[in-house]
Nanobody, 122 residues
Framework: QVQLLESGGGSVQAGGSLTLSCAISASRSARVCMGWARQGPENEREVLAVIANGGADYIDSVKGRFTISQDAAKETLVLQMNNLKSEDTAVYYC?????????????????WGQGTQVIVSS
């Protein structure tokens, strides 16, 4: 049974930082490619960062501010978020088992966590 459990969300002022963590219980194949997505108020869910094969990719709006990483066993996925902006307010989801096209706008995931709320106040 696959389980993804996010933690670390909360409220922060603009310019601040938060670190999200995701504890992952899944097969080795599902942990090859993992990522983070978010869904803000009145927005569709968007994948914002993916890590696979030792490399990472980000959407433009978070490049230079967010960093995705994982432990050696690929059982913990982390999203370090710095210089947060009000537009980063969203529910953030951990995901595993990617498939489909490689671009962040088209990639798909087979497994999702329940999400953790991030609120950035200006």
């Amino acid at each position: 049974q696959v389980q993804l459990l996010e933690s670390g969300g909360g409220s922060v002022q603009a310019g601040g930082s938060l670190t999200l963590s995701c504890a992952i219980s899944a097969s080795r194949s599902a942990r090859v490619c993992m990522g983070w997505a978010r869904q803000g108020p009145e927005n569709e869910r968007e994948v914002l960062a993916v890590i696979a094969n030792g490399g990472a990719d980000y959407i433009d709006s978070v490049k230079g501010r967010f960093t995705i990483s994982q432990d050696a066993a690929k059982e913990t996925l982390v999203l370090q978020m710095n210089n947060l902006k009000s537009e980063d307010t969203a529910v953030y989801y951990c995901a595993a088992g990617c498939y489909g096209q490689a671009s962040l706008s088209k990639i798909r995931f087979g497994y999702w966590g329940q999400g953790t709320q991030v609120i950035v106040s200006s």
